[in-house]
């Protein structure tokens, strides 16, 4: 069993940054893949990017590459997402995910985080 919080979110203007961080409870947390997912009022859940537990590797979401990225530290079980030269268009509630394998799809992860509002203003 995982438990999930994200903090970090807020409001911003357009080519900002933010930081936002995903704690995990448990002792297996390293045994997780981690993803970050966002939805924005009306669309559907949209990757972001995971680190995989593996070696560290990680991937992004075309929207988003370049100009996020995500990060885990071990020792604090936590992941997280830099978000850098931030648009309008991510404006969305991002939500952490935990997954023994990982995957660019939210249907494989079981646990979840309860999100976190990022609004960027033009």
């Known amino acids: 069993q995982v438990q999930l919080v994200e903090s970090g979110g807020g409001l911003v203007q357009a080519g900002g940054s933010l930081r936002l961080s995903c704690v995990g409870s448990g002792r297996t947390f390293s045994a997780y893949a981690m993803g970050w997912f966002r939805q924005a009022p009306g669309k559907e859940r949209e990757f972001v990017a995971v680190v995989y537990r593996s070696g560290g590797s990680t991937y992004y979401g075309d929207s988003v590459k370049g100009r996020f990225t995500i990060s885990r530290d071990g020792a604090k079980n936590t992941v997280y997402l830099q978000m850098d030269s931030l648009k309008p268009e991510d404006t969305a509630v991002y939500y952490c995910?935990?997954?023994?394998?990982?995957?660019?799809?939210?249907?494989?992860?079981?646990?979840w985080g309860q999100g976190t509002q990022v609004t960027v203003s033009s």
């Open positions: 995910a935990a997954d023994p394998r990982g995957s660019y799809d939210s249907g494989p992860y079981n646990y």
